[in-house]
């Protein structure tokens, strides 16, 4: 759910060079994902509820607030989930041209959407499984170059490669290096399905800061050993590098490791989003026909097929678009969860946390200072993007005052459904056995 391997992270090469690509890799774990995996360690542990960081700010913060964390990190989905269809497809491309005519991509992108959604209805331990084994097929590729490397040092400096359209700068490439390196939350959601979840997530969230950081640091160190000018990286050059270093056959790897990395990121965050309908829809925030689950795997069939309707939506949209709105969204779902790390500790100190923030209270302010100063980049940066003729910033900031009235409009449901609620369990209490 954080890292579907390197692919991705050619435009913060592009746009940073060598030398401040691979010190905003080192960085970046440092100031934005380990606060947050230390966050996410303590709120999971604690609260292992299905729907995660909904349920943690609606206990925290109250009905209000758990239903914007939930609006946040569904409309942030909408332009996430994109993300991964698309590169999919810009992989694809590289290695079969006639998906670039036409809307032949487009076809191939919602295929990826409609075969994720299939394997989602089988259960999350297929999903899980399978999203392991694609993570090591993806990243043997990678292996392969960081291996190779050393044998042709140097040797690639003047070597020529496919014209570069990229127009991403330094602050376009650390805002992709934040979302590589983003995700966290995401396997919060399905804690109730996880076995040990207070002596597991912890575990698993700094494990996976260390791996994520060596699978991206490590290649780019590789490449520039080669000598391959950063100006040569853009979404997708890695296919073509890869030819460079050892020939055809290492291309195609690269190529298919691609569309693994996009198949295999998708899949999984299915998983995680479609939890966030059913545990509303339970506490009665959406209507109840989310709460429908398939009866031999238990997954939430109704809240996976809208879900995957929204994120087909927003298939045409391009790479870097799509990352900066997902940042901006996702950023105001995080600042709420560091939030709620600090008013949980206020309002319930008593709440058996296996793991903990350490410093005290002062630790759980500071450690979301870091992620919040990076989060202001996001902001920054979406005054240059233009979604439907509207400057980006304030298409976010619409989308973000729409959960506002979201969820005054959805009161009456609310009401409604807490007053069936009681008669439905008093029917099941007087019903024949």
Known sequence: MVSGGTYGTEDIVHGAGYGRAILILVLTPLFWSLPTALMIGELASALPAEGGYYAWVRRGMGDFWGFQEAW???????????????????????????????????????????????????????????????????????????LLSPFKAGALAHSATAPVTST?????????????????????????????????????????VILVSLSYILPVLAMRLTGVPAAAFETGSWVDLAGLLAGRWLRIALVLGGMVSGFGMFNALVMSYSRLPLA?????????????????????????????????????????????????L???????????LIALRLREPGLHRSFRVPGGLAGAVLVGVCPMVLLSLSVIHSQQEEVLGINGLFFGLLLILAGFGMYYAMAPLRKLQRQTAPRAEEAAICAPQ
């Open 168 to 208: 991403v700068g330094l602050l376009g490439g650390t805002l992709i290096a934040m979302w590589n390196y983003m995700g966290w939350d995401n396997a919060s959601t399905i804690a109730l399905e996880v076995e040990r979840p207070q002596r597991t997530y912890p575990r698993a969230m700094i494990t996976a």
């Open 280 to 328: 509303m829809a339970q506490d009665g925030m959406l209507p109840r026909v989310f709460t429908r689950l398939h009866p031999k795997t238990r997954a939430p069939w109704v809240a996976i097929l809208v879900c995957a309707t929204g994120w087909a939506l927003c298939l045409g949209l391009g790479f870097e678009r799509l990352v900066t709105l997902d940042i901006m």
């Open 330 to 340: 996702y950023g105001g779902s995080l600042c709420l969860e560091f939030v709620t």
């Open 72 to 146: 946040l990190s569904l409309v942030a989905s909408i332009f996430d989930m994109a993300i991964y269809p698309t590169l999919f497809v810009a992989y694809l491309v590289r290695l079969v041209p006639w998906f670039a005519r036409g809307h032949r991509g487009l076809v191939a992108a919602l295929g990826v959407v409609l075969t994720c959604s299939a394997l989602n209805l089988a259960g999350i331990h297929t999903v899980g499984m399978t999203s392991l084994w694609l993570f090591f097929l993806l990243s043997a590729p990678f292996a392969l170059i960081v």
